[in-house]
């Protein structure tokens, strides 16, 4: 069912999730202990990316950031996916149809508010979590996945195959699961992974707001803004997390461009 | 006829976002008398604020209320210190759509200069400067920006308001960092279709008609590249807004973020309702206008409008 | 061309003396020939500059900028609660006493008062003080003597519902909590005497009552304020009060006061003819507007401690040349509190009050520039002596042998921290020093107006707290933070002593300051016996200047007084 494209993709997000799993155990130092005398060391022999504010050790920190925001941001694409390819597609599939749109609407209503402000602040009421995180960008990103999926499978209802599927007597469920959704969710999915450098945005906004990672552990956008405060002097507590952010993006979109190609 | 029922749609639309709003603001388990009065206020002082501020009657008759008075374009007066949330959020607004603006206006630009160069074939380095453009981070790269304008850029002082022209020229290194994304999806896209049109059989007609190559550029080929690039233009308007928000904490310019977010750890319910019914109002209008757009880029559209 | 621009610009916001230059520029008429233009540019570019040249001049001498960190609250002193506004508004706005250089009660408004019970208190309120100009009042001078009746209206209005900070006076003055709740239409303890003479009659003794009205956070204000007609621009566009410098205008990034001409107190005349308050929110590029000279103070917040200060907490020698600085206090304190209904075993509160080490955290996280408490009442005020020995504070033998009679066994202790003064930093260092302890605490980070709320609630074992007091004396705090029948507001972590109320209860009959700070410190020992909250310190801030001034004096409530500035020629 998964073509050749989408199995490479599968595969080099699987990668993707071992690697951050197994990332932390490279880390030499304990991100989390702190230690007041050695605050705002440079990048050295000890400290490859220098310590931070309370004088842990910026690499660790990284390593274990990149992790958690990772896995995070992963998961939440990939349940994002699989809501928006339902809705999605059921929302094509019956074009023009009250189901559409009511799609339609309430899609266009969760782009039109800021919501991850919003849900953040309704969230961060009751106690922050990582998993209340995850919620919340699953929530914002099914819309745009759903909508790709939408636009395809429209494209794809009025093709002979489906016309000659309906005519012999297929279950309507039948020809949209066996027929158009293979093929619509082939490109909706490569599309969205371009969406994982704003899930991994949206994660470190969260992280900014106190949602997500709490102290002491590390996350990358927490580790930038809070690292803004010194970026004069000691400038590598939030560079390092930044450019760990800038090169995963980047190997993303390199895959994605590999695989459009294909 | 498809005007009027474009035209409800969108007022359902509006109308699902004050009902939206009430709900997160009113039916939740908050306290916005006591954030107003600080921890140091007894609990009767606090009560009557409740009281006074409405908080203590039903909801559906809360909503009733306060439907009646947006109607009315009275979105009341900020729980923080009694200022009109209409004025406040406002000046806000026209900020951060001054910024917007000119954001979309240097996009513009630069996927102008993109097609320019498409005619020359110097492709390759816009293609490698998109792909950095697009991982940048929006902290990093606004980061930088920031940096780099506090020492060497002149204007650093944003009155607040958009009294002279000159104000704008501080929104310029802010709308840059804003601008980097859209630049890089809108001429990756426009490069895209670009190739895609050139192979197809009317432009070889052209050609093959005598027309340079920049000719049939410029006359042909753009209007077809235009629409899926008009398209990316809608969506990316939503996100355009999101950006905003960290670009503005960032550049410490005064606008609906910085708004929004303040209005938030303040509790400001009255402030938060209005931004989000009025930021609502400007997205529905742009799309509005985009769908407005559309059938006079692409006249195939308008008929397949009419059935 | 440029310099045309820069007088068109100016044109904008100086004041008419500027006029007669800026004049003869805007009636160049561009139907003139382009080249007529130029040549009169030209010609005139020399007045231009001419022009421009004294007008800085002008300002550098009589001009100070300060550099503030966010938008100041509407200038309105019922509803403005936020300590970093004070340093504007308390230069427009004061209050009928203040505090001296030794941090005993100074004179302000009122110039004498007496009291024989310490019940009923009189104040006589100066003569000749004339509120500043403005078009709220209506008649031809803009402006009017301040009386007894503003004294009235103003302390009306704070008891009323309206005011943030009728907290303050709601369980003093007699009659006040009635009109707070609406159950009457004015305070029976304001009296007017007569047009200079202002009474308020409290409910039980205060001998303490003076040290409640020290700053000009209950500022006397016209009641032409709160009028229909000007309630709408009252704090925005207009703000009228008694002192040294005037309102003149208001955006959401500048603020700009002038010199009143009128200042009553002969003695602190302005030298600087306008004060220019900036907002800009990101202390780097607020410290590097210092360092460029557009901004002549800032008050260092302490993520810039790095970058201005040597390890030891000394001044940079870079930043030493250049600014002098200046270190005041404010009554503050910095705190971890303890919800006593849930965190009921006091050998534990007692094991993690030992095994916190508060000079560690000064030295490191503060460079210095703070210092150690052992009790929640500022050391210093009104001339209070702790009865803690800071160096006995830290006893981690202690600490463990309360830990082990504790019933403590390993379980996770939820303490709440939130954004503001360093508050997830210091609960990141507590939250370690507990663990070499033996004690597991998991930190939650919330807003700060979460965690109040949750605080409020009691839903919160632990929490980071900080209060910035605006008495000048320990009786007002120890009633409002300790007493049971101020559960749960504001005696946040849920304290009650029976014996610790009658104590503070006994407190109203001491007259005597001296024989006051000794009682009060001896019910602050007791009440540390149950550790109600892990006191750490009292933060001491830090602000960079320009040497081209001085004479900056900061008095102990953190009140800028700008008017003793002089510039330096």
């Given amino acids: 069912m998964l073509s050749n494209k989408n199995r490479l993709l599968g595969t080099c997000l699987l990668v993707l999730f071992a690697l951050s799993y197994l990332l932390p155990f490279a880390a ?172 991994i945005a949206l994660e470190a906004g969260l992280s900014f707001l106190g949602l997500g990672v709490q102290p002491p552990n590390p996350g990358l956008g927490k580790m930038i803004f809070d690292g803004l405060n010194y970026i004069y002097t000691a400038p590598w507590i939030a560079l390092f997390p930044a450019f760990a952010l800038f090169l995963l993006v980047l190997c993303i979109n390199i895959i994605q461009g590999l695989l459009k190609d294909k | 006829m498809h005007v009027l029922q474009r035209s409800i749609y969108y007022l359902s639309l509006w109308l699902g976002i004050v009902l939206f709003s009430f709900i997160l603001f009113h039916a939740v388990p908050t306290d916005p008398a006591r954030a107003v009065l600080g921890p140091n206020a007894g609990e009767e002082q606090v009560q009557s604020l409740r009281i006074r501020m409405g908080l203590d009657q039903p909801l559906p008759k809360q909503f009733t209320s306060y439907l009646t008075e947006v109607l009315q374009f009275n979105f009341g007066t900020s729980f923080v210190d009694n200022r009109s949330v209409q004025v406040e959020v406002g000046q806000k607004l026209k900020v951060t759509l001054a910024l917007i603006a000119i954001s979309l206006v240097m996009t513009l630009l630069y996927v102008g200069m993109t097609i320019t160069f498409e005619a020359f074939n110097i492709a390759i380095i816009g293609r490698l400067l998109d792909f950095i453009w697009v991982s940048l981070p929006t902290m990093f790269s606004g980061l930088l920006i920031a940096l780099l304008s506090a020492h060497y850029y002149p204007f650093t002082q944003f009155s607040g308001s958009l009294s002279r022209w000159t104000d704008l020229l501080f929104l310029l290194p802010p709308a840059f960092v804003l601008a980097l994304y859209p630049m890089a999806i809108l001429s990756r896209i426009i490069r895209d279709e670009i190739a895609k049109v050139r192979h197809s059989q009317f432009v070889l007609a052209a050609r093959a008609n005598g027309l340079s190559k920049r000719d049939v550029l410029y006359q042909h080929i753009l209007r077809n590249a235009m629409i899926p690039m008009l398209a990316a233009l809608a969506n990316q308007i939503p996100m355009l807004f999101t950006s905003t928000f960290i670009i503005e904490i960032m550049f410490s310019i005064p606008g609906i973020g910085s708004l929004l977010i303040s209005s938030l750890l303040q509790r400001d319910f009255p402030m938060l309702e209005g931004i989000v019914i009025l930021n609502g109002l400007v997205v529905i209008l742009v799309y509005m206008v985009f769908e407005l757009l559309y059938p006079i880029i692409d006249p195939r559209i308008k008929s397949s409008n009419a059935e | 061309m440029s310099n045309l621009l820069k007088i068109l610009q100016k044109t904008n916001r100086q004041q008419s003396v500027e006029a007669d230059c800026s004049q003869n520029l805007i009636h160049i008429k561009t139907k003139y020939n382009s080249l007529f233009f130029i040549v009169a540019i030209a010609l005139l570019a020399p007045l231009l500059t001419a022009c421009s040249d004294t007008k800085k001049e002008n300002q550098e001498t009589s001009q100070f900028v300060i550099g503030i960190a966010a938008e100041p609250e509407r200038l309105d002193p019922l509803t403005m609660k936020n ?45 000749n003080v004339y509120f500043q100009s403005s078009e709220i009042f209506d008649n031809s001078e803009n402006t009017r003597k301040m009386t007894a009746e503003d004294a009235l209206s103003t302390y009306t209005d704070y008891c009323s519902a309206d005011a943030y900070s009728s907290f303050l006076l709601t369980d003093s003055i007699k009659g006040c909590a009635d009109y707070n709740a609406g159950k009457a239409d004015s305070v029976e303890g304001l009296q007017v005497i007569d047009e200079h003479t202002f009474q308020i009659t409290l409910l039980k003794p205060e001998p303490f009552f003076l040290n409640r009205l020290t700053t000009a956070w209950i500022a006397i204000f016209p009641k032409e304020a709160r009028s229909a007609a000007h309630k709408e621009s009252w704090g925005l566009q207009t703000a009228v009060g008694t002192g040294p410098y005037r309102l003149e205008s208001k955006t959401d990034s500048e603020i700009i006061l002038v010199r009143n001409e009128k200042y009553w107190d002969k003695s602190r005349q302005p030298a600087i003819g306008k004060l220019i308050f900036r907002v800009i929110k990101n202390n780097q590029i607020r410290l590097a507007e ?59 509160r007692r094991a993690m009050n030992y095994g916190t080490n508060r000079e560690l955290i000064v030295k490191k996280l503060l460079f210095g520039h703070a210092d150690v408490t052992g009790g929640t009442v500022p050391p210093g005020i009104r001339g209070y002596v702790p009865p803690f020995k800071e160096d006995a504070l830290f006893d981690p033998v202690l600490a463990k042998k309360e830990l082990q009679n504790s019933k ?69 705090i120890l009633l409002n933070l300790f007493t049971s029948a101020k559960r749960p507001v504001p005696n946040f972590m849920q304290y009650s002593n029976v014996k610790v109320d009658k104590a503070i209860e006994d407190l109203r009959r001491i007259g005597d300051s001296t024989e006051a700070n000794k009682q009060c410190a001896a019910i602050e020992a007791e009440i540390m016996e149950e550790v109600p909250a892990i006191f750490l310190y009292r933060e001491k801030y830090l602000t960079l200047y320009s040497k081209k001034f001085s004479g900056l004096s900061i008095n102990q409530h953190g009140h800028f007084q700008f008017e003793l500035v002089k510039s330096v020629q």
């Fill in chain 1, 28 to 199: 030499t130092q304990d991100p989390v202990s702190l230690n007041l005398d050695n605050r705002f060391l440079a990048p050295s022999l000890d400290h490859l990316f220098g310590t931070d504010d309370l004088g842990r050790d910026v690499l660790s920190r990284v390593l274990h950031g990149f992790s958690i925001t990772v896995m995070v941001s992963l998961a939440a694409l990939v349940s994002a996916l699989l809501i928006g390819i339902f809705f999605g597609s059921i929302a094509g599939y019956f074009y023009k149809r009250w189901v559409d749109w009511i799609f339609n609407w309430v899609t266009s209503l969760i782009i039109s508010i800021p919501f991850l402000l919003i849900m953040a602040s309704i969230l961060s009421l009751t106690k922050p979590n990582i998993i209340k995180a995850y919620l919340i960008l699953t929530g914002i990103m099914w819309v745009n996945t759903a909508r790709l999926v939408r636009a395809d499978v429209i494209t794809r209802i009025h093709l002979e195959y489906v016309v000659a599927s309906r005519a012999f007597g297929y279950p309507e469920w039948s020809i949209l699961i066996r027929g158009i959704l293979p093929a619509s969710m082939a490109s909706a999915i490569l599309f969205s992974i371009s969406y994982l450098p704003e899930i």
């Fill in chain 3, 83 to 127: 300590p970093k506004t004070f340093i504007l508004s308390w230069q427009i706005y004061e209050g009928l006493l203040g505090l001296d250089d030794e941090g005993l009660i100074a004179p302000r408004l009122a110039e004498k008062w007496e009291t024989e019970d310490f019940k009923t208190w009189t104040f006589h309120l100066r003569e």
């Fill in chain 3, 408 to 476: 403590y066994d390993g379980e996770e202790i939820e303490m709440l921290v939130h954004e503001v003064a360093n508050s997830e930093q210091v609960g990141e260092i507590f939250q370690s020093q507990m663990k070499d302890l033996g004690v597991n605490i998991k930190l939650t980070k919330m807003d700060y107006n979460s965690v109040i709320g949750r605080m409020i609630k009691g839903d919160a074992p632990m929490f980071g707290m900080f209060f910035d007091y605006v008495f000048s004396s320990p009786e007002p």
């Fill in chain 3, 290 to 348: 210092l360092n460029k000279g557009t901004i002549d103070l800032m008050v260092v917040p302490n993520t810039l401690f790095p970058t201005i200060l040597n390890q030891d907490g000394s001044v940079k020698e870079e930043y030493k040349k250049d600014f002098q600085t200046e270190v005041y206090t404010t009554y503050n304190s910095n705190m971890i509190g303890f919800n006593l209904t849930s965190m009921t075993d006091v050998h534990l």
